[in-house]
Nanobody, 121 residues
Framework: QVQLVESGGGLVQPGGSLRLSCTAS????????MGWYRQVPGKERELVAT???????NYADSVKGRFTISRDNAKNTVYLQMNSLEPEDTAVYYC???????????????WGQGTLVTVSS
């Protein structure tokens, strides 16, 4: 009933920029925290950035000052602006959201399908 659809990944040279988008759709009571995670083959999925409904943000130390997370609650969309990209940023980026549904009322953790970001010269 609920899914997250991501877009914006691709190939970029070191020092370049990309903007990722993730939109939630389906039958939802509401969306709480949203975030971006990334994963490299053979490694654990790691936190990149999170944002609350009220706009409070949290970033991994490795991306502070380079990445910015934001959201548009009216559009059920979260964004990740990535600047000064480095080869170490290469990964599959996943959108995550805490979604409230009803009957019964409960919270679900929903993940997007992932979008590949490749930083290479």
């Amino acid at each position: 009933q609920v899914q997250l659809v991501e877009s914006g990944g691709g190939l970029v040279q070191p020092g370049g920029s990309l903007r990722l988008s993730c939109t939630a759709s389906g039958s939802m009571f509401g969306i709480n925290d949203m975030g971006w995670y990334r994963q490299v083959p053979g490694k654990e999925r790691e936190l990149v950035a999170t944002i609350t409904t009220g706009g409070s943000t949290n970033y991994a130390d490795s991306v502070k000052g380079r990445f910015t997370i934001s959201r548009d609650n009216a559009k059920n969309t979260v964004y990740l602006q990535m600047n000064s990209l480095e080869p170490e940023d290469t990964a599959v980026y996943y959108c995550n959201a805490g979604v409230a549904v009803t009957d019964p009322f409960r919270y679900l953790e929903v993940w997007g399908q992932g979008t590949l970001v490749t930083v290479s010269s």
